[in-house]
């Protein structure tokens, strides 16, 4: 079965800064997707971020970037000019490719300090 | 555009009490499913369905019944609750083409609490 390790329970970060969170996944399939997603307080689950396996390119969405490493089975999520308003649970998630079932890591916290 | 909507989003049970989760979505998907979200946990497949009259079970399946009577409502039935269901669930929906691993929209979600 596949898994999904998010190793950082808990990371901090001061406003305006970088801050990288790791996630790393076992799957013996070749066609898969990855996931970021965002829970802040309200707890409504936010898609950040999706990684096509088979696209060597790494996803990027504004302040939002990924370092896929597919030999690894990394796939950590870089926040460039972190925000207060980014504070909230990240949850790396990964999906067969023809399924719609994702499995999610534990999730990191993400404190962002003025 | 409602996208997924849940109710309810709070309630609380006494063990041995029965209820249902609703969940509607507005947006013709035909693949949805709930989650579990427990602290330390991250969020845990219960049952999912890709179409209407089609359900499966997923990772965390004991004491939970899906049905699947139209495309837009997926509810979720605790019949017998016991204190391992105090959770907060989550629907979720997507277009569930053939491409698979498509995004899931999720609704707000609903805690509940048995005492």
């Known amino acids: 079965a596949q898994t999904v390790t998010q190793s950082q329970p808990e990371m901090s970060v001061q406003e305006a800064e970088t801050v990288t969170l790791s996630c790393t996944y076992d799957?013996?399939?070749?066609?898969?997707?990855l996931f970021w997603y965002k829970q802040p307080p309200s707890r409504q689950m936010i898609l950040v971020i999706r990684q096509e396996a088979y696209k060597q390119q790494n996803a990027t969405e504004n302040r939002f970037s990924v370092n896929f490493q597919k030999a690894a089975k990394s796939f950590s999520l870089k926040i460039s000019d972190s925000q207060l308003g980014d504070a909230a649970m990240y949850f790396c998630a990964y999906g067969d490719g023809g399924s719609e079932k994702l499995v999610f890591g534990k999730g990191t916290k993400l404190t962002v300090n003025p | 555009n409602a996208g997924v909507t849940q109710t309810p989003k709070f309630q609380v049970l006494k063990t041995g009490q029965s209820m249902t989760l609703q969940c509607a979505q507005d947006m013709n998907h035909e693949y949805m499913s709930w989650y579990r979200q427990d602290p330390g946990m991250g969020l845990r497949l219960i049952h999912y369905s890709v179409g209407a009259g089609i359900t499966d079970q997923g990772e965390v399946p004991n004491g939970y019944n899906v049905s699947r009577s139209t495309t837009e409502d997926f509810p979720l039935r605790l019949l017998s609750a016991a204190p391992s269901q105090t959770s907060v669930y989550f629907c979720?929906?997507?277009?569930?083409?053939?491409?698979?691993?498509?995004?899931?929209?999720f609704g707000a979600g609903s805690r509940l609490t048995v005492l």
């Open positions: 799957t013996s399939e070749s066609d898969y997707y």
């Open positions: 979720a929906s997507s277009r569930g083409e053939d491409s698979g691993a498509n995004v899931l929209t």
